[in-house]
Nanobody, 118 residues
Framework: VQLQAFGGGLVQAGGSLRLSCAAS????????MAWLRQAPGKEREFVAR????????IYADSVKGRFTISRDNAKNTMYLQMNSLKPEDTALYYC????????????WGQGTLVTVSS
């Protein structure tokens, strides 16, 4: 399975971006998909997670109410709509996929850079 994340870019504080993560190689049915991020000089942190059905989502407190995770299984693609962006959201954003019973992930994308200017 290959995951490819894209959609990052430079945006002003208060702006919006939509990230996408396209999966290829096999269908990720039953897999949980997630977004994580790593800011410069910091450890990678969890952002959001969504079950295969899309009915259950979990967000980090820092993005709750501003970010929305979704997925389109027919397109084997996951999204992250990011609104009201803050400079502290600046990071390399990774998408990942793993079994629903674990917080570990078997597959990772290469990351897409989001830069929020103040």
């Amino acid at each position: 399975v290959q995951l490819q994340a894209f959609g990052g870019g430079l945006v002003q504080a208060g702006g919006s971006l939509r990230l996408s993560c396209a999966a290829s190689g096999r269908t990720l049915s039953t897999y949980v998909m997630a977004w994580l991020r790593q800011a410069p000089g910091k450890e990678r942190e969890f952002v959001a997670r969504i079950t295969w059905s899309g009915t259950t989502t979990i967000y980090a407190d820092s993005v709750k109410g501003r970010f929305t995770i979704s997925r389109d299984n027919a397109k084997n693609t996951m999204y992250l709509q990011m609104n009201s962006l803050k400079p502290e959201d600046t990071a390399l954003y990774y998408c990942a996929a793993g079994p629903p019973s674990s917080w570990g992930y078997d597959y990772w994308g290469q990351g897409t850079l989001v830069t929020v200017s103040s």
